[in-house]
Nanobody, 120 residues
């Protein structure tokens, strides 16, 4: 199977920065894409940023210019650098890995999430 583990969340003041990390491990043959989603209380989960194996990126309009997604292919790890954080960025942030495994074929694999709270 594939394990996806996020880290780096926490409490930060408005205008501050955080860096999230997401590492995928297990029976991975290849990774097609990795991305970050978030879900605030009472709202649907939404895409924040995604990065394909080809290097293409996609950002939510609300985070463009403030968040940057990057990766370390050797470590199957993706990062989300979040700058100029706003209270409305408060949410649980989830990492999704789209991968082909050596056992069960291709699929989407989710982490358990990391809380980001932006508050003074």
């Amino acid at each position: 199977q594939v394990q996806v583990v996020e880290s780096g969340g926490g409490l930060v003041q408005p205008g501050g920065s955080l860096r999230l990390s997401c590492a995928a491990s297990g029976s991975i043959f290849s990774i097609y894409a990795m991305g970050w989603y978030r879900q605030a209380p009472g709202k649907q989960r939404e895409l924040v940023a995604a990065l394909t194996s080809g290097g293409n990126t996609n950002y939510a309009d609300s985070v463009k210019g403030r968040f940057t997604i990057s990766r370390d292919n050797a470590k199957n790890t993706v990062y989300l650098q979040m700058n100029s954080l706003k209270p409305e960025d408060t949410a649980v942030y989830y990492c999704k890995t789209v991968a082909r495994t050596t056992l069960i074929g291709a699929g989407d694999f989710w982490g358990q999430g990391t809380q980001v709270t932006v508050s003074s």
